[in-house]
């Protein structure tokens, strides 16, 4: 049976899907902070980087622009940015190399966690490395297939990332 989609994503769920990236990111600032404060610096800065790449090169062109998307960017990227081109989103190719800029988010304070359990174990950062790995995994991937893209209109338009998570061997 076929979900309908969202024209706009309840609130609940915006709340839910940004809960687990806003986690991930003060989780991992809060690890290197214990290298230092300019790693932390760094880190937020290189995620918020990210966030802005994707409201400028990705939620310009989707169905979602404007809209409240399960993730509110829609309506953010509205608001910084011009509407972009809905026919650009579904011809850009996604591929795993293309995922490591994002990955990096979560490899960036685990490298640093394991630097600080190496110069001294503390259970609160292994703790917090560990809650990192399942917000990043698992948390992602109930947020993903369960509550947003199941419901997302851009996935049957056409989606990169649809394409590639679910691509045939």
Same mark, same amino acid.
């Given at each position: 049976?076929?979900?309908?989609?969202?024209?706009?994503?309840?609130?609940?769920?915006?709340?839910?899907?940004?809960?687990?990236? %806003?986690? *991930?990111? +003060?989780?991992?600032?809060?690890? %290197?902070?214990? $290298?230092?404060?300019?790693?932390? /610096?760094?880190?937020?800065?290189?995620?918020?980087?990210?966030? *802005?790449?994707?409201?400028?090169?990705?939620?310009?062109?989707?169905?979602?622009?404007?809209?409240?998307?399960?993730?509110?960017?829609?309506?953010?990227?509205?608001?910084? +940015?011009?509407?972009?081109? *809905?026919?650009? +989103?579904?011809?850009?190719?996604?591929?795993?190399?293309?995922?490591? @800029?994002?990955?990096?988010?979560? $490899?960036?304070?685990?490298?640093?966690?394991?630097?600080? %359990?190496?110069?001294?174990?503390?259970? $609160? *950062?292994? +703790?917090?490395?560990? /809650?990192? $790995?399942?917000?990043?995994?698992?948390?992602?991937?109930?947020?993903?297939?369960?509550?947003?893209?199941?419901?997302?209109?851009?996935?049957?338009?056409?989606? @990169?990332?649809?394409?590639?998570?679910?691509?045939?061997?």
């Amino acid at each position: 049976m076929k979900n309908h989609c969202y024209e706009n994503y309840p609130w609940w769920i915006v709340l839910l899907s940004n809960l687990v990236s %806003l986690s *991930i990111c +003060f989780i991992g600032a809060y690890i %290197l902070y214990g $290298i230092g404060l300019i790693f932390t /610096v760094l880190y937020l800065l290189y995620c918020l980087f990210m966030e *802005i790449r994707l409201l400028k090169n990705g939620c310009v062109n989707c169905y979602y622009y404007g809209k409240v998307c399960g993730f509110g960017k829609g309506r953010l990227s509205a608001l910084f +940015f011009k509407r972009g081109d *809905i026919s650009q +989103f579904f011809k850009r190719e996604l591929s795993w190399k293309d995922m490591v @800029p994002e990955l990096m988010v979560s $490899i960036f304070p685990l490298m640093g966690g394991i630097i600080l %359990l190496i110069q001294d174990f503390s259970w $609160i *950062i292994l +703790f917090l490395m560990i /809650v990192l $790995i399942i917000l990043s995994m698992a948390g992602n991937a109930f947020i993903r297939g369960s509550l947003t893209c199941n419901r997302c209109k851009q996935r049957e338009l056409g989606c @990169p990332a649809e394409k590639l998570f679910n691509e045939k061997e």
